[in-house]
């Protein structure tokens, strides 16, 4: 099994895109490019970084996540996550990457602030971000046309001193 039928295992279902940016399906051909292209990135040179999600005991595939739109002038960036298997849902995977990935934006990359938009629905991810550190900002409205409608978006930031607060310089997130 290699990263590529990894992600494609469940990339194109509806349950996991419907609350990503697209539901339009993506060719094997796309993923392969996207994938070729993100693990060859510089955060800095490239403004994005995308890492895979793997449970460190069994190994298992669990999803992509990054920081996008890095910019080193504003030292801020967005942040995107993804469990792809529906049976993973809500066992705190996404809490953990999401801390380990703030842990990474605030103590290597430097940044000042870390901030995502998500479907106001998705109410899962909002938990999730909430129990990271990541505080509600406003809201985007009607933002999105999914499911037939405009929905709403909700903006969410941390900033890199209420996540040092929490988190002292040197402290470690997770287990070794
Ligand atoms: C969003 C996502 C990364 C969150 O990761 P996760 O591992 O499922 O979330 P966690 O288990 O860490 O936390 C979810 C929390 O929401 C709770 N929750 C689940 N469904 C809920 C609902 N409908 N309403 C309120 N809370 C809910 C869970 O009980 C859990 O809280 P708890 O730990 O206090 O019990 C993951 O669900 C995912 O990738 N979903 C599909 C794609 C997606 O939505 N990506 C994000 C786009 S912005």
Same mark, same amino acid.
């Not at 990263?3 to 094997?28: A, C, H, Q, V």
């Not at 995107?80 to 801390?99: E, Q, R, V």
């Given at each position: ?89 809500? $066992?705190?995977? !996404? =809490?953990?990457?999401?801390? @380990?990935?703030?842990?990474?934006? /605030? ?27 990541? $505080?509600?900002? !406003? =809201?985007?409205?009607?933002? @999105?046309?999914?499911?037939?409608? /405009? ?26």
């Amino acid at each position: 099994m290699t990263d590529l039928d990894d992600i494609l295992k469940y990339w194109n279902t509806y349950e996991l895109r419907r609350f990503l940016g697209s539901t339009i399906p993506m060719s094997r051909q796309a993923e392969k490019e996207w994938l070729e292209r993100v693990t060859k990135y510089s955060p800095f040179k490239d403004g994005e970084m995308v890492l895979a999600i793997v449970d460190k005991m069994s190994n298992e595939f669990l999803g992509t996540c990054g920081v996008f739109d890095i910019s080193s002038a504003n030292r801020h960036a967005e942040f995107g996550i993804a469990i792809h298997n529906p049976d993973n849902l809500s $066992k705190g995977y !996404g =809490t953990d990457t999401t801390l @380990v990935m703030l842990w990474i934006a /605030f103590n290597i990359l430097g940044l000042n602030t870390v901030y995502l938009r998500a479907f106001s629905k998705n109410k899962r991810a909002l938990k999730a971000y909430e129990k990271a550190g990541f $505080k509600m900002v !406003g =809201t985007l409205r009607g933002h @999105v046309f999914s499911e037939g409608e /405009f929905q709403d978006h909700v903006m969410m930031d941390i900033t890199a001193g209420e996540f040092f607060e929490r988190y002292p310089a040197g402290t470690q997130i997770g287990q070794p």
